[in-house]
C-alpha cells in the first residue's frame, strides 16, 4: 500500500516521541512491503515562532490532503503567558476542528508488569481493558470566551447532532468489545449534560444488545479508581473525556503509555478527485490506501512534557501505539497494527522501560527494543504462515 502520512512533531518532547513512532512506520513499511511518505509540518509554539500562527495554512492543507496525520503534542512555558494572544494549544483544537475528528479514542490497558507501579493495589487493575471514547470537537474548548477586568466565561455549548454522532460511535465500538457502554455526564446539575443523557437513552433503544449506564463525572472518578475493571467502553464529552482519561493514564502507570485515535467520518468513494485519496504516483507499484480512507489524526495523550524535553528520556510508547492506531483505522493493516501491539508488549513484559515506568533506558533504547520485536514478530508469523504452507 502507498499512502501519504503527515507528521506534527509540535513542541517538547512531541519531536522525540515523534520521530520514534516514525522509525516504527518506516520498519513495518520495510517488511510489509508498504510504501508511506512522511511529510512533516509545523504546529505549535514553533510554528507560533516560525509563522505567528499555532496552524499555518500550509500545515493544515497537507494534514487536509493526506491519508493519516500524526502528532506529537504542542504547548510549553514559552508560550504559556496567560495574555499571550495566540497559544499553541488554538492550533490543536483548530486541527481537529477543521478535520471534523469528532470522535477521540482512548483506550486502556493495564499492563501486568506494570500493575506495580499504580498506586493502586494490584488486585484492582486485573482485567481492566477499558475504551474512552471521548467527544473531541465542541463543548467547552470550543464555546465562546469572554474576559473583563474582574471576571470570565467559556461557554459550553452541545448540539443533538453533536452528541448523537459521538455516541454512534461509542456504540457500534461496543458491539465488537464487550457490549457495555458507560455514559458519563453531569446531569444533576449541566442543561448540556441533560441535553447528552436523553440523546444518550434515545441512540440506546437503537443498540438493544449494548447494555447502557449512565454515570455522573464526580463519582466516575472516584470509581475509575476503585473499579476499574467494570467498565468497557466510555462515552464523554471533551473536558470530563480530557480530565478523566488523564486520570487513567495513572493505573496503566504512566501517561507515556497511552495512544489515541481522533476519527471523523469514511469519506464517500469518489475516485480519484477526492481530497482523502492517497497520491498514488506514477508506475506506482504499490496498492494505494482504501478508497473510502478514515481521516484520523494519531496522537499520544500526553502533552509536551516540558519537564523532561531535550534529554531523550521520554517514553514513546503512547505515540508508538498511537501509529498502530493510523494503520488499523486509517489505513486498514490490521496485521500491521497488531505486529506494533505486540512488539510494544514484549517490551513491556521484559523491558528495557524508560524513567516514567520505572527503569532507565531512554527514548532511543526503548524504540531500538521495539524494532528487534517488530521484525522478531515478523519471522514468527512468516515462520508460522510457511509451517501451514508446507513451503520450503
Ligand atoms: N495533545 C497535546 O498536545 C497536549 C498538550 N499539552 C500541553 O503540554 C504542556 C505541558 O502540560 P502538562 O500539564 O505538564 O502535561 P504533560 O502531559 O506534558 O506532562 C505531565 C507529566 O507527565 C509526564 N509525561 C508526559 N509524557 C511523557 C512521556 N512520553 N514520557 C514520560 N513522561 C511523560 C511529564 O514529564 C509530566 O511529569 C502544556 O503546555 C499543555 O497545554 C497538554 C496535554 C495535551
Ligand atoms: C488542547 C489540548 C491541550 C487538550 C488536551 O489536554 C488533550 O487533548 O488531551
Ligand atoms: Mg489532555
Redesign the pocket.
Known amino acids: 500500500m502507498k499512502a501519504r502520512i503527515v507528521t506534527l512533531p509540535?513542541d517538547?518532547?512531541g519531536p522525540e516521541?515523534t520521530a520514534a513512532a516514525v522509525a516504527v512506520l518506516h520498519a513495518v513499511a520495510a517488511r510489509y512491503g508498504h510504501e508511506f511518505v512522511f511529510d512533516e509540518q509545523l504546529i505549535g509554539g514553533g510554528a507560533i515562532d516560525a509563522t505567528g500562527e499555532p496552524l499555518p495554512s500550509a500545515s493544515l492543507a497537507a494534514c487536509q490532503a493526506a491519508d493519516a496525520v500524526l502528532l506529537g503534542?504542542?504547548?510549553?512555558p514559552k508560550w504559556?503567558d496567560p495574555n499571550a494572544p495566540v497559544r499553541?494549544?488554538q492550533g490543536?483544537l483548530a486541527l481537529r476542528a477543521a478535520l471534523g475528528v469528532y470522535a477521540n479514542l482512548r483506550p486502556l490497558q493495564v499492563h501486568p508488569s506494570l500493575a506495580n507501579l499504580s498506586p493502586l493495589k494490584n488486585d484492582r487493575l486485573r482485567h481492566v481493558d477499558v475504551l474512552f471514547v471521548r467527544e473531541l470537537t465542541g463543548g467547552m474548548y470550543f464555546g465562546a470566551r469572554t474576559r473583563s477586568a474582574d471576571a470570565a466565561t467559556d461557554e459550553c455549548r452541545y448540539t443533538v447532532a453533536e452528541i448523537e454522532r459521538v455516541v454512534r460511535r461509542a456504540f457500534e465500538l461496543a458491539r465488537d468489545r464487550r457490549r457495555h457502554v458507560t455514559s458519563v455526564d453531569k446531569a444533576n446539575v449541566l442543561e448540556t449534560s441533560r441535553l447528552w443523557r436523553s440523546t444518550v437513552q434515545r441512540i440506546a433503544a437503537d443498540y438493544p444488545d449494548v447494555k447502557l449506564e449512565h454515570q455522573l463525572v464526580d463519582s466516575m472518578a472516584m470509581l475509575l479508581l476503585t473499579r476499574p475493571n467494570r467498565y468497557d467502553v466510555v462515552v464523554t464529552e471533551n473536558l470530563f473525556g480530557d480530565i478523566l482519561t488523564d486520570e487513567a493514564a495513572a493505573l496503566a502507570g504512566?501517561?507515556?503509555l497511552l495512544p489515541s485515535a481522533s476519527l471523523g467520518d469514511r469519506a464517500p468513494s469518489s475516485g480519484p478527485a477526492g481530497h482523502l485519496l492517497p497520491a498514488t504516483g506514477e508506475g506506482s507499484s504499490v496498492r494505494p490506501a482504501a478508497a473510502s480512507t478514515l481521516m484520523g489524526l494519531y496522537?499520544?495523550i500526553?502533552?509536551?512534557?516540558?519537564?523532561?524535553a531535550g534529554q531523550g528520556v521520554?517514553?514513546p510508547v503512547?505515540a508508538i501505539l498511537s501509529a498502530a492506531l493510523l494503520l488499523r483505522h486509517s489505513l486498514q493493516l490490521e496485521a500491521e497494527a497488531v505486529a506494533i501491539e505486540a512488539a510494544v508488549e514484549q517490551v513491556l513484559r521484559h523491558g528495557p522501560h524508560?524513567r516514567?515506568i520505572g527503569g532507565q533506558a531512554g527514548t532511543a533504547e526503548v524504540l531500538d527494543a521495539v524494532l528487534a520485536a517488530i521484525e522478531d514478530h515478523a519471522d514468527n508469523a512468516a515462520a508460522f504462515f510457511c509451517g501451514a504452507r508446507a513451503c520450503g
Not at 500526553?302 to 523532561?308: K, L, M, Q, R
Open positions: 509540535g517538547g518532547v516521541v503534542a504542542v504547548g510549553g504559556s499553541p494549544e490543536l504512566s501517561l507515556g496522537e499520544p500526553h502533552g509536551s512534557a516540558p519537564d523532561i521520554a517514553n503512547g524508560s516514567d
